[in-house]
């Protein structure tokens, strides 16, 4: 690398070995100078020495056989300056954050609260750094992994599995309108609520609406939509809608409303194979692999870890 040329933050990230989103960060906070030229970011060669000189290099991975010492052993090889982005919406995200957190402390997690397809967009877009996904093919009848090859083009991946979760109804007490089936959803008494565009839910119902020869504009409620699985199952609670679709998990926190269970699917972590072998992603693995982390998920119900941590399939 010159120190007497100017660089985009593109090709700074790759020099750092950071996303560009970190980057951008860096910037932001002032701890990487840059100017601009036009709306143009660049980077000077000699700013860049700078920064690296304030912070440490990686060191060769070590042994996962110790988790414990694994994070010890990390903590002093990771830049202070690090950030690494968490995209999805599931409590058992906000439990792998607080472990990956508590392993390396001088590293900034960022969560951010969005849906399949916006996360894998993200991804590809150098804005996240682990993205979840739970989006049904009805071609294949697979999960996740035809969408991450259309949405990823050109760019290497990892699928890791976290959880199994079922995806359902949420019902009033009782069912009093008799939901059972996608073709309930046209009776003419009943109100849906539905899931933002490019969530995993919203996918698996407009698919099993098409698979159904079913009109989106014969359910009423189509197009009212709620971010979160949370939020669906709250507004048929309150008796503003009769039926949403959500993950059992959120179910159980309601005492006022039933869970139809309908289709068992694959949640995913997707992470660029790039990412694969640096530290935090290798710890990643090792807490998916913990006993401590996986009892903790059992613990708190409606999720099957059968085959957490294994990576299902790369791109």
């Known amino acids: 690398m010159s120190t007497d040329i100017s660089y985009t933050p593109e090709e700074v ?33 000699a700013d860049i020495e700078s920064y690296k000189q304030k912070s440490k ?14 994070s010890e052993r990390l903590n002093n090889s990771i830049s202070r300056d690090e950030s690494l982005v968490i995209c999805g919406q599931d409590i058992v995200l906000d439990i792998l954050t607080r472990y990956l957190e508590k392993q390396f402390p001088q590293v900034h997690f960022l969560r951010r609260y969005i849906g399949s397809i916006d996360g894998l967009m993200a991804l590809y877009r150098g804005l996240a750094n682990v993205v979840t996904a739970h989006l049904w093919d009805s071609d294949t009848n697979e999960y996740n992994t035809p969408y991450v090859r259309r949405l990823m083009p050109g760019h290497q991946t990892c699928v890791i599995n976290l ?45 099993q609406l098409r698979i159904s020869g079913i009109n989106r504009n014969d359910v009423l409620g189509y197009e009212d939509e709620e971010l979160t699985h949370l939020a669906i199952a709250s507004k048929v609670a309150r008796g503003e809608a009769d039926v949403g679709l959500g993950i059992e998990k959120v179910a159980m926190q309601f005492i006022n409303i039933d869970f139809i269970p309908l289709h068992k699917e694959r949640y995913d972590l997707v992470i660029r194979q790039e990412d694969l072998e640096r530290p935090h992603f290798q710890a990643l693995i090792s807490i998916l692999k913990s ?25």
Do not use: C, Q
């Open 291 to 315: 006993s401590s982390f996986r009892n903790e998920v059992i613990g708190i119900g409606g999720y099957d870890i059968s085959r957490m941590g294994e990576i299902i399939a790369k791109t």
């Open 13 to 45: 990230a790759k020099i750092l070995r950071i996303s560009k989103f970190t980057v951008y960060e860096l910037i932001k906070r002032g701890e990487l100078a840059a100017y601009h030229i036009g709306r143009k970011v660049r980077v000077e060669g």
């Open 57 to 70: 290099g990686i060191s060769p991975l070590p042994s996962l056989l110790d988790p414990p010492a694994l």
């Open 163 to 207: 959880v199994y979760r079922m995806e359902g109804f949420y019902v009033a007490k009782g069912n009093p309108k008799g939901i059972i089936t996608w073709g309930d959803l046209t009776k003419p008494e009943v109100r849906f609520v539905n899931r933002e565009r490019g969530s995993g839910a919203r996918v698996l119902l407009d698919e």
